[in-house]
C-alpha cells in the first residue's frame, strides 16, 4: 500500500520577491484566504503514526491555491495580476508541488491519498454543522467502500463527523485531479477537514489524529 498525505494549504508564506503585491494588506496574509490553520501540524502527526512525510505547499493560498488546477479562475488570487507574474509563481512553486504528488503516487500502486485541509467554522454567516468532513467520491467504488469503514470507525468520537461536509468531495482538487490520472481501485483519494473551533494553540487535538490514523489503517486494508 502506497499512502500519500499532502497539506495543500500548510503556510502562510509569501516568498520575498512576491511580497509587494500585498503591501498594505499583509494582515490578509494570516487570515483562512492564505492558509490553513492548524492542518500542516495535523498532517505531520498524522505521517508520523502513519511513517509518511507530507507533501506539504510552502506557498499562501493568495499566492497560488495549489488545491486547484491550472486554468481554473480560483488559482489566483486578485493580488495577482499579470500574466508574466503568474507564469512565473505557476513555474516556482505550482508545478513543483504538483510534481511531487505524482512522484509519490507513482511510487506504487494501489495508492490511498490522504489531503489535510481546516475551515472556518462559519462562512457567509452560516454555521457549518461538521467537526470533521472526510470528503470523497462516492461515484468511486474504493472511496465509497473506505469512507463507511472510516465513518464507522470514528463513530465514537465526541464530534460531529459528517460525510462530504464542508464541502462535496467532488469538487475540484489535488484528489479530483489525480482521480482523472488514476483508475478506481489504484488510487483512492479523501479529503480531511477539520473544523478550526477545535484549535487550541494552533493545533487540533490528538485524540482526532490518533482516531484517523486507526480509521484509515482500516480502510487501507480494504483497498
Not at 503514526?49 to 486547484?68: A, S
Amino acid at each position: 500500500m502506497n499512502i500519500v498525505i499532502t497539506c495543500e494549504h500548510a503556510s502562510f508564506a509569501v516568498p520575498y520577491e512576491y511580497v509587494n503585491l500585498f503591501q498594505g494588506e499583509e494582515e490578509i496574509l494570516l487570515t483562512h484566504k492564505g492558509w490553513d490553520e492548524g492542518a500542516k501540524h495535523s498532517a505531520e502527526a498524522l505521517g508520523r503514526l502513519m511513517d509518511v512525510t507530507p507533501i506539504n505547499g510552502e506557498v499562501n493560498r493568495l499566492l497560488v491555491d495549489l488545491n486547484r488546477s491550472e486554468g481554473v479562475s480560483e488559482l489566483f488570487s486578485g493580488y495577482i495580476k499579470t500574466a508574466e507574474t503568474k507564469q512565473a509563481i505557476l513555474n516556482e512553486y505550482y508545478k513543483p508541488f504538483r510534481n511531487k504528488v505524482l512522484i509519490a503516487v507513482s511510487a506504487g500502486v494501489p495508492v490511498l491519498h490522504i489531503s489535510v485541509h481546516s475551515f472556518t467554522p462559519v462562512l457567509d454567516g452560516e454555521v457549518r454543522e461538521a467537526d470533521i468532513g472526510i470528503l470523497y467520491d462516492p461515484d468511486r467504488e474504493s472511496e465509497k467502500t473506505c469512507a463507511g469503514i472510516i465513518m464507522q470507525s470514528l463513530k465514537n468520537l465526541p464530534y460531529k463527523v459528517m460525510e462530504n461536509s464542508p464541502y462535496e468531495g467532488r469538487t475540484d482538487g489535488t484528489a479530483a485531479w489525480l482521480r482523472k490520472l488514476m483508475p478506481d481501485g489504484k488510487y483512492t483519494g479523501f479529503e480531511i477537514e477539520l473544523n478550526q473551533k477545535l484549535l487550541t494553540d494552533g493545533r487540533f487535538p490528538q485524540e482526532i489524529t490518533d482516531a484517523l490514523y486507526y480509521a484509515f489503517k482500516k480502510a487501507a486494508e480494504a483497498i
